[in-house]
């Protein structure tokens, strides 16, 4: 089992809906979350991170949390076509190391 | 402009010729790390520094070489290159550590040994 798993996709959703990313990781001690978003041929870029229990809120973004069923997922509201990109999910465990997941390719389809 | 800087961008060599892509940033931050990205497995990290003169392997630090002589600059060494580390690089630096702060990342390097 890989400690931080995603859905390689690609996800595709029309533009104007909700796109949700999900992941799941394996480390039950893992303490901080984070999401980045990487456009192709470029570098990561944090989006998101998350600590607590619950739903976090940036514009159109949120990231939900839930530490008992092991998962943290990542909401985005109103999509748009430069929101098309691959969305890396990153867990710290208890090493204090990051782990990424293999990522998510979002397609937004105007 | 704050950032992390990798050069070369693209690099194709021979295996066995010793390489070194290098990486500075200009943010003052403690950490630095070096990932690679090969489609499927998502980044992995290859070594970090958390300081000066102080490095430590990541998940895949067979065939590598760090240094951490100054603060700025963490230089990523292949002493033989193989083919199976044709891949895409990135270094990143972090203010207090990867697990707690924001990670900011170089443009990258595509690597390919043949």
């Known amino acids: 089992q890989k400690e931080v798993e995603q859905n390689s996709g690609p996800l595709s959703v029309p533009e104007g809906a909700i796109a949700s990313l999900n992941c799941t990781y394996s480390?039950?001690?893992?303490?901080?979350f984070f999401w980045y978003r990487q456009y192709s041929g470029k570098s990561p870029e944090l989006i998101m991170f998350?600590?607590?229990?619950g739903d976090k809120e940036d514009g159109r973004f949120t990231a939900q949390l839930n530490k008992a069923s092991q998962y943290v997922s990542l909401l985005i509201r109103d999509s748009q076509p430069s929101d098309s990109a691959t969305y890396l999910c990153?867990?710290?465990?208890?090493?204090?190391?990051?782990?990424f997941g293999q990522g998510t390719t979002l397609q937004v389809k105007p | 402009e704050a950032q992390v800087t990798q050069n070369p961008r693209y690099l194709i060599t021979v295996t066995g010729k010793k390489l070194t892509v290098t990486c500075s940033q200009n943010?003052?931050?403690?950490?630095m790390s070096w990932y690679r990205q090969d489609p499927g497995l998502g980044l992995r990290q290859i070594y970090y520094?958390?300081?000066?003169?102080?490095?430590d392997k990541g998940d895949v630090p067979e065939g590598y070489k760090v240094s951490r002589k100054e603060k700025r600059n963490f230089p990523l060494i292949l002493e033989s290159p193989s083919p199976n580390q044709t891949s895409l690089y990135f270094c990143?630096?972090?203010?207090?550590?990867?697990?707690?702060?924001?990670?900011?990342f170089g443009q990258g390097t595509r690597l390919t040994v043949v």
């Open positions: 990143a630096s972090s203010l207090l550590g990867f697990s707690n702060t924001e990670a900011f």
């Open positions: 480390d039950r001690g893992s303490q901080s």
């Open positions: 998350i600590y607590s229990n």
């Open positions: 990153a867990v710290s465990g208890n090493t204090g190391k990051l782990i």
């Open positions: 943010m003052n931050h403690e950490y």
């Open positions: 520094s958390m300081n000066v003169e102080v490095t």
